[in-house]
């Protein structure tokens, strides 16, 4: 199906560094998304689908919104990642996920849920719009489909500048504007929630700033760095050996403490709409 992201076509790959990069991202972005999952209305006995779960931080925030009387399925292809989240969940003591490796665009078991989730897997599928009508799908009338994710095709500045983290900002910029279907595709949600037969949705834009010398942004950076350094050296945006990999956290954190200020994130884009 033309929604489904396969493991060749995943910009990140499929590596334990990518999993700790999962991992790193969650502890930003898990606030934002408590939040917006709490403002879309999922709430307690629901039936939650996650799509493209990873490592299944999201999973457990549904899980703790829906509480033991509901329950969340996670999906994703990567077995690596689904181990993590199903050691985690056990952990957490969450027995009310369970977790199905399976393609995002044609799993439908279960369905009709009382809402389907997904953070930041739009941006990795060739047809976003696909894959949001597909959640349409597997939502009973009057359910939620709530998706996160970013716009890459361009970034704000960090104040005061920061030239490394500009730098390198900039060639996230350029990769997933050259290597994605749609690098603005968090901008486009609403017309694709709206343009699947869904009412009006909720929309908000966020950026994640931090600053201080114990801010997890820097490594957070230079594992997202690390992962995309082949397909960034493959499209002759900069060559592994300039990026000096196992250095840059502490070069980004050095910066950041020097010049001072906080350092910027890329713009998330949550949005919501129930199914008529």
């Known amino acids: 199906m033309a929604a489904t992201p396969t493991p060749q076509?995943?910009?990140?790959?499929?590596?334990?560094?990518?999993?700790?990069?999962?991992?790193?991202?969650?502890?930003?972005?898990?606030?934002?998304?408590?939040?917006?999952?709490?403002?879309?209305?999922?709430?307690?006995?629901?039936?939650?689908?996650?799509?493209?779960?990873?490592?299944?931080?999201?999973?457990?925030?549904?899980?703790?919104?829906?509480?033991?009387?509901?329950?969340?399925?996670?999906?994703?292809?990567?077995?690596?990642?689904?181990?993590?989240?199903?050691?985690?969940?056990?952990?957490?003591?969450?027995?009310?996920?369970?977790?199905?490796?399976?393609?995002?665009?044609?799993?439908?078991?279960?369905?009709?849920?009382?809402?389907?989730?997904?953070?930041?897997?739009?941006?990795?599928?060739?047809?976003?719009?696909?894959?949001?009508?597909?959640?349409?799908?597997?939502?009973?009338?009057?359910?939620?489909?709530?998706?996160?994710?970013?716009?890459?095709?361009?970034?704000?500045?960090?104040f005061p500048q920061k030239p490394l983290r500009d730098r390198f900002t900039s060639y996230f910029v350029e990769l997933f504007t050259r290597a994605t279907a749609a690098a603005d595709v968090g901008m486009r949600i609403s017309y694709y929630l709206v343009n699947a037969g869904l009412e009006a949705p909720q929309c908000r834009a966020e950026i994640l700033m931090e600053g201080g010398s114990d801010s997890i942004f820097y490594e957070w950076i230079a594992e997202t760095v690390r992962g995309l350094a082949p397909k960034l050296e493959a499209l002759g945006i900069v060559t592994v050996a300039e990026l000096d990999l196992d250095t840059l956290a502490d070069r980004l954190r050095q910066e950041a403490i020097e010049i001072g200020g906080c350092v910027s994130g890329p713009i998330m884009v949550s949005a919501a709409a129930r199914k008529p």
Not at 111 to 128: M, S
């Open 9 to 158: 076509a995943y910009v990140m790959g499929h590596t334990d560094h990518e999993r700790r990069r999962l991992s790193l991202q969650a502890r930003a972005l898990n606030p934002l998304t408590q939040e917006f999952l709490g403002r879309a209305g999922i709430t307690a006995g629901m039936r939650v689908l996650d799509l493209g779960c990873g490592v299944g931080e999201v999973s457990a925030i549904a899980a703790s919104l829906v509480g033991s009387s509901g329950s969340v399925t996670g999906v994703d292809f990567d077995a690596g990642a689904l181990a993590l989240a199903e050691e985690h969940a056990r952990l957490a003591g969450l027995d009310h996920v369970r977790f199905v490796q399976g393609n995002v665009g044609e799993f439908a078991e279960g369905a009709p849920y009382d809402a389907v989730v997904g953070r930041l897997i739009l941006i990795h599928v060739p047809d976003a719009y696909a894959l949001v009508k597909h959640a349409a799908s597997l939502v009973r009338s009057g359910g939620t489909v709530a998706f996160q994710d970013y716009d890459l095709s361009r970034s704000f500045p960090s």
